[in-house]
């Protein structure tokens, strides 16, 4: 039974990957069909560039004329300057600049935490709470025998 079970699965399984690799020989089809379609599109597009290109020749300006200068926005903002950008060497000195410096700053902070002056203040205080808590629980307990014992009283 479990043959019959385990060769079925084996079949299913191949019968899977077969419709799988017709699909995408498939879709490897339709994408170098449209590959192929945006070539030639490409290539007459850049033909009628060309001749567009050889048509307008650039007319000769004349000579500037004394003109007045016309304010024309007045009011609107001026254009946005482009991003400042950095040049590849830069930026990778820039970071690791920076990297080193957040390293060195770690670990001074990890040299002062474990600094033995730092280490004693933790543990005197660590002590200095552990003292007041149980100087807590042992009033809670005084207050709380108290309470048992007067509604002991009371209901006797």
Not at 22 to 36: S, Y
Not at 39 to 54: F, G, I, K, N, S
């Given at each position: ?45 850049r033909e009628r560039l060309d001749a567009l290109e050889l048509r ?34 830069l930026f990778a000195d820039l970071v690791l600049r920076e990297s080193v410096v957040q390293a ?53």
């Amino acid at each position: 039974m479990t043959d019959q079970i385990m060769a079925a699965a084996a079949g299913l399984t191949a019968l899977l990957a077969l419709l799988l690799a017709a699909v995408a020989l498939r879709a490897r089809g339709r994408a170098a069909g449209a590959l192929a379609e945006a070539r030639a599109e490409t290539a007459v597009l850049r033909e009628r560039l060309d001749a567009l290109e050889l048509r307008s020749a650039p007319a000769p300006r004349p000579e500037p004329v004394d003109q007045e200068f016309v304010i024309t926005r007045l009011g609107e903002p001026e254009p946005a300057a482009p991003a400042p950008t950095v040049e590849g060497r830069l930026f990778a000195d820039l970071v690791l600049r920076e990297s080193v410096v957040q390293a060195a700053s770690l670990a001074h902070g990890v040299r002062r935490a474990l600094a033995p002056e730092v280490r004693n203040r933790i543990r005197f205080e660590m002590r200095r709470e552990v003292k007041l808590a149980r100087k807590r629980r042992r009033a809670e307990l005084r207050e709380a025998k108290r309470a048992w014992q007067t509604r002991e009283g009371t209901a006797a």
